[in-house]
């Protein structure tokens, strides 16, 4: 892969803004020992992708509302968003920023930082697909694996899993 915008496939250079109206963070973890999957999204409320010539000059943030988890279970939910977990209300942010990005069998990893519980911890977001839309365009990605425990979110060992899959939809317009 080519860091040249043209060859690679990337819009043209600028900022653009998230359109938080249209974007979703969606979570897939295990619960009960592993026996059961809990699928759940979140709300990017902020962030911003500023694309340069190369994809290696580029940079993204984004910013998710710790207190959007949804599950459609409302005792899940509470829970999740409680002290033992998030605990939302006192960490009510979970932030993104992408620091290097590089290439990994044909796609773009953007290697970076969540900040979430009051810790950074680095994660990869494997870029899948960018679509244009409109002026802007849509980024589908991928985290695996995150640990939970890496962010000292220890509470309910076995009824919540400790390993997490994100996966983001974010729509991106420009500024």
Same mark, same amino acid.
Request: with cysteine; net charge neutral.
């Given at each position: ?37 809990? !699928? ?5 409320? @902020?962030?911003?992708? *500023?694309?340069?010539? /190369?994809?290696? %000059?580029?940079? &993204?943030? $984004? ?36 620091? !290097? ?5 044909? @796609?773009?990893?953007? *290697?970076?930082?969540? /900040?979430?519980? %009051?810790?950074? &911890?680095? $994660? ?52």
């Amino acid at each position: 892969m080519t860091d040249d915008s043209a060859a690679s496939g990337l819009p043209s250079p600028g900022t653009y803004r998230l359109d938080p109206d249209a974007s979703r963070i969606h979570y897939v973890g295990r619960h009960l020992f592993g026996a059961g999957t809990v !699928r759940a999204s979140f709300a990017a409320t @902020r962030g911003e992708l *500023g694309l340069a010539g /190369t994809i290696a %000059g580029s940079r &993204v943030s $984004v910013t998710v509302d710790a207190a959007s988890f949804t599950s459609g279970n409302a005792r899940r939910d509470r829970d999740v968003r409680g002290r033992r977990l998030l605990d939302a209300a006192t960490y009510p942010d979970i932030t993104f920023e992408c620091d !290097r990005w590089r290439s990994v069998g044909g @796609r773009w990893v953007a *290697g970076g930082t969540v /900040t979430a519980h %009051g810790a950074t &911890v680095p $994660v990869d977001l494997v870029v899948e697909r960018v679509v244009p839309e409109g002026t802007g365009l849509r980024v589908h990605g991928r985290a695996e694996h995150v640990d939970r425990t890496a962010f000292g979110i220890t509470g309910v060992r076995g009824l919540a899993g400790r390993y997490l899959d994100l996966e983001v939809d974010a729509a991106f317009v420009p500024v």
